[in-house]
Structure formats: structure tokens, C-alpha cells
């Protein structure tokens, strides 16, 4: 895992540029001076920000659609499934603008007040986000993507678990884990070589390890099979992370349905 940071992760170590990323994943497409306003900075500060971001490839900027008279006003919005289907660069822009959102959202929720459960919170938030920007229209999924709407009817048990695998390993070779599978039965190892948040991580890798756990999650979920993730176990070597995944059976999912049912009923 090198320390040497790569383009995107100098972008997104600005915590203004975070920021505007976070604001227009939540609040949708804005202009420079409502983006301003909310942050605090500058017109022009918030307009080079925002420049930066759009070189990279995170966020678009477009002619504001009016229905009256007026020259139309710039927007920018964040980099969309739509937008990374025609520009396979916004895929790598979007996945690691997701898993830095997620890492956001869990830093300031917990800031001045006690988390019941970092880890909990984190695996939630990647999860969440990960079902969000996995959504597609029906008959647009490319093969292997999180696709919460794309058919796996026809598609066998083992078809399935492929799919699912395929889907994680191209996320996390996206964020530049540069992962690699190890296979047994019903258990499938992913040994990540290299971490994109790994000064992050040596501090606070209860949050940093748990939000890509939960990205996992939700990239499993969202594609659909018995595949699942069991745990992340950081730096089991000084540059060297275990992501561990496992095929459940029926029973044992029905199993696992029936003590969460009787736990939420306790």
C-alpha cells in the first residue's frame, strides 16, 4: 500500500472541495453563489474549487434549462450513472467521490457527540450510499454493475455468486485497492494491496474500514445473489487488508432471518 497519494486523492484531500461534493450529492444541481453561500467561501474561491473538481471528473457543469427569457445560469451537479455509462473515467470519479461522502458523512455525524457504534454508523453509511448511485434504468446495466433493477431470474446459483463477485471487484478495483480473489468453496478472500484513504486508515480504521465494508454490503445487495461480506480485517500485513466474502446457502440465510426477527422482537 503506497503512501504516495495518486491525482484524485489530492483533489479530494481538500476538505472545501469534500464540501461542495457533499452539498451537491444532497441538495442537487446549484450555481457558484448558492455553493458559496453555504460554505462560506468566496465566490471566486468556490468557483476554482469547483473548476478542480470538474477537471477530475467529479462534477459537470451545464446551462441551467429556463423556461423564460434570460441568458441561463451555470449549474454544476455530481457526476451521475448516466454521465459514467459515456465516460468510463467518471466511473473512477464517482466511485471514490462515493466512499469519500461516505467517510464525510460519518466524520462530521459523529463530530461533538458519542456514537453508539462507530463502526455500525460507518458500515451504514457506506451501505446506504453504495444502494444509492448502484441504481440503474431497466436494460442499461453493464455486465458485472450493481444493478438493483436488473433481471437475475434467469440467472443460476453460480451465475449469480459470478455476477455478484465481479461487481465487487471492479469497485474495488476502481478505488484502486488493486484487489486480488482467492477461492475456496464457499468462501472467497479479497487481498487488497494498496489503501487510496491510508493515512486515514492507520488513525481511524474502525470508520475508514467499516465504510468499505458497508460499500461492499450494499454493492452485493444491490446486484443481487447469496454472496456476502463477513468482515474487512485491516492490515493483517504493514501493507496488506483481507476483505472476506461467503456464499450462504437457504437455510442458512432463513437462519440468520429468523434470529434477527426474534431479536428486534426481544
Known sequence: M????????????????????DLLQRGGPQTVGELATLTGLHQNTTREHLQRLVSDGY?????????????????????????????????????????????????????????????????????????????????????????????????????????????????LDRLGFDPTLDLEQNSMDFHLWRCPFLDLARERSEVVCSVHLGLVRGVLEATGGPVVATDLQPFVGPHHCVLRLRRENAATTEAAELQDAVGASA
Open 2 to 21: 503506497s503512501a504516495r497519494r495518486t491525482p484524485a486523492a489530492r483533489t479530494l484531500a481538500s476538505g472545501s472541495r469534500v464540501d461542495l461534493l
Open 59 to 171: 462534477v459537470l457543469r451545464e446551462p441551467e434549462i429556463r423556461t423564460v427569457r434570460g441568458r441561463p445560469r451555470m449549474i454544476y451537479r455530481v457526476a451521475q450513472a448516466e454521465d459514467v455509462r459515456t465516460d468510463p473515467v467518471a466511473a473512477v470519479r464517482l466511485e471514490e467521490s462515493i466512499a469519500r461522502a461516505a467517510l464525510t458523512r460519518v466524520l462530521l455525524d459523529g463530530y461533538g457527540k458519542q456514537l453508539d457504534s462507530p463502526r455500525r454508523s460507518a458500515e451504514e453509511a457506506g451501505r446506504s450510499l453504495a444502494l444509492r448511485h448502484a441504481r440503474r434504468k431497466p436494460g442499461q446495466c453493464r455486465p458485472g454493475c450493481p444493478d438493483a433493477e436488473h433481471d437475475t431470474g434467469s440467472l443460476s446459483p453460480d451465475e449469480l455468486v459470478q455476477r455478484q463477485v465481479d461487481a465487487v471487484d471492479a469497485h
